[in-house]
């Protein structure tokens, strides 16, 4: 179970329909949205995950967004349920290829509703954000799913962003990358805490793979932060992906598997 793996699938010709929270809409580049997020599994490689690329989905805008539809655990799947009803269908997109990695595979259900993106799991510490995708019934059933397997759940109250995941990500087992103003910081007190720029509010939004960073170029205050405290960075332009509310953690669900 040591080797990395990554799902991803590819972006919707749709993508302009995406759901949008706390960003305004701008005309987004499809064409380009697609070499970035080529140019973005590429990088995964690159930093040794394996790659799984399923195809895109012509009528599900945010597909591309694979991360808010599975939490994969070393030991099963959950499959969510997305805070924005026009998500929702993704769940039953992506689930064969679930099914395909991990045997026991559970579901969260009504009045449940929970993104993969408000997931930050930290070692056995699983920290789910209580955001306007999220809420305390799915909580309370992940907290369920999870007792056999001694994680800890914690809900983590947040403003201003889309997911936990826009304001605070693990760059290590003991560091997080934190946003102060969007996120209480005292409810990750137990880690070492490295701030975004404070002119690079979406900065905290990291992929980590093995002691590697992968970050968008957007953020070279933040990325200069990360690099001098001795992390690898590898930086990617994904900013089509951005103007749909999305950045890096979100296109992709990381897993451990043969
Ligand atoms: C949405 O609003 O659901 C999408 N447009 C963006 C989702 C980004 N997901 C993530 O960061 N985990």
Redesign the pocket.
Known sequence: MSEMHALCRAVSPAIAD????FIGREPINVALAHRQHMEYVLCLGKLGAKVIELPAEPTL??SV?V??TVLLFDELAVLTR???ES?RAEVDAIAPAVRAVRKQVERISAPGTI????VLRIGRRVFVGLSQ?SNQAAIDQLADILKPYAYTVTAVPMQDC??L??AVTALSDDTVLINPEWVDAAYFKEYRQIRVDEHEPHAA?VVRIGSAILMPSAFPKTQARIASAGYAVTAVDVSELQK????V??CSVLFTGE
Do not use: I, Q
Not at 115 to 118: A, Y
Not at 244 to 247: T, V
């Open positions: 995406c759901e949008l929270s805008p945010d967004f991360e808010d997305p805070g924005a998500r993104d993969g993106g408000d995708r889309l997911h995941k826009s939004n749909a509310e999305g950045a953690t979100c």
